[in-house]
C-alpha cells in the first residue's frame, strides 16, 4: 500500500498499513527514520486515511522538521552514556576509558572499538539488574542476549530467554532497569494485565518516570550511527 505522499515542499511519503486489530485509523512517525504510517482498520477506504493524513499535515511536518538528525559517531561527538553526556576523545592506551565527562577511545576504527564497550557495559548492568529483579521473584530466566533492536527495548520468551536492546545502556540507569524489571516480571505474568503491573511495581517501585522517559525520549537513543561496526 505504497505509492502515497502529501502534496508540498517537501513531499511527505505515507505508508499505508492495515490491521485487523485497529478499530480507527491511527498516523505513528517514527522516531527512528521519520517515516510516517497510517494504520487502517479493515474495510476503511484508503482515501479516508489520506483525507486523515491531511488534516494532520501541519503537526507531521512540524514533528519531521523537529525530530533530531543521525549522529555519526567519531571523535569529537557528544554521546550520553548511562544518561551523562560524554565527548568522544582519543585514548592515549588501547582500552577504551569512560571518564566523568569524556570516553576516552583508541584511535582506529573507533566507532566499532566504542559500540563493542557500550555493548559489554549494557550487559554486565542488565545481568547485575536482572539478576537481582528474578531473586525478588525467586524465578530464573534461561539466557540473555543484546542486539541493537528498533521495534522494542526488550523481550521475554515462554522459555524465559531474555533479549535486551544495547542501546539502554545510552539511557540514565533508573531506564534500563526498568525494562530489566519489565521484561523479569514476564516470568511469571507473560501478559500485560494489572497483575503484571503490579509485579513490576513489587520488585521495581514505582516506574512511572522511567517509563515516561522511554517514550519520550527513547527514540532518540538510535540516532547515534556506528556506520562500520556489526550489530
Not at 87 to 95: L, P, Q, S, W, Y
Not at 159 to 183: C, D, K, T
Request: glycine share 8%; with cysteine.
Amino acid at each position: 500500500m505504497g505509492g502515497h505522499a502529501l502534496p508540498g515542499r517537501p513531499p511527505v511519503p505515507l505508508t499505508l498499513r492495515r490491521s485487523a486489530r485497529a478499530r480507527r485509523i491511527s498516523l505513528r512517525i517514527s522516531q527512528l527514520d521519520g517515516r510516517v504510517t497510517l494504520t487502517l482498520p479493515p474495510g476503511v477506504p484508503e482515501a479516508e486515511a489520506l483525507d486523515f493524513a491531511r488534516t494532520k499535515e501541519d503537526w507531521i511536518r512540524h514533528h519531521l522538521n523537529t525530530r533530531p538528525e543521525d549522529a555519526q559517531v567519531g571523535f569529537g561527538q557528544r554521546i550520553p552514556i548511562e544518561g551523562e553526556v560524554r565527548r568522544i576523545v582519543r585514548a592515549e592506551g588501547r582500552r577504551v576509558a569512560l571518564r566523568t565527562d569524556e570516553v576516552a577511545v583508541p584511535e582506529g576504527a573507533e566507532a566499532q572499538r566504542l559500540r563493542s564497550f557500550l555493548k559489554e557495559l549494557a550487559r554486565d548492568r542488565l545481568t547485575a539488574a536482572c539478576d537481582y529483579y528474578s531473586g525478588q521473584l525467586e524465578q530464573s530466566y534461561t539466557r540473555m542476549t543484546l542486539r541493537d533492536t528498533r521495534s522494542r527495548w526488550g523481550s521475554c520468551s515462554s522459555a524465559g530467554a531474555l533479549m535486551f536492546s544495547w542501546r539502554l545502556i545510552l539511557a540514565p540507569p533508573e531506564v534500563l532497569r526498568y525494562v530489566a524489571a519489565h521484561e523479569v516480571a514476564h516470568l511469571v505474568e507473560m501478559n500485560h494485565s494489572p497483575a503484571f503491573w503490579a509485579q513490576v511495581e513489587r520488585i521495581h517501585g514505582p516506574y512511572d518516570n522511567a517509563r515516561h522517559w522511554l517514550r519520550e525520549r527513547g527514540g532518540g537513543l538510535h540516532r547515534y550511527r556506528f556506520d562500520g561496526a556489526p550489530s
